[in-house]
């Protein structure tokens, strides 16, 4: 957790995205598809998997449900500690950078 600035306040998941057309799950979920190939999928790289523009890019999409909840979502933490958080507390950038901009591979 040390390298972590503000676990406390920092998102790690939140309610996924409804994914009606398959759109996500039809990119993802292929045969032979690994846990760190999906998982990456959970990672959050682009301003618009957040905040959520339109787009022709399924990896571009917003991921996240940020009104799932009466307004807002569930967020889990860095910290591992979770609870609902508003939507427009959600879609706040600062709200999931991690400040760790590293490149990690398998």
Do not use: C
Not at 59 to 78: E, V, Y
Request: net charge neutral; charged share 25%; hydrophobic share 35%.
């Amino acid at each position: 957790m040390r390298k972590y600035q503000r676990p406390h306040e920092t998102v790690y998941l939140a309610d996924f995205t409804d994914d009606s057309d398959r759109v996500h799950a039809a990119a993802w979920l292929t045969p032979g598809a690994t846990n760190f190939r999906i998982g990456v999928y959970y990672d959050l790289w682009r301003a618009n998997n957040v905040q959520g523009q339109p787009t022709t890019d399924p990896t571009a999409t917003q991921r996240i449900a940020p009104k799932r909840h009466a307004g807002g979502s569930n967020a889990m933490f860095l910290d591992g500690h979770a609870q609902i958080i508003p939507a427009t507390d959600l879609v706040r950038l600062r709200r999931w950078d991690d400040y760790d901009y590293t490149s990690v591979t398998p």
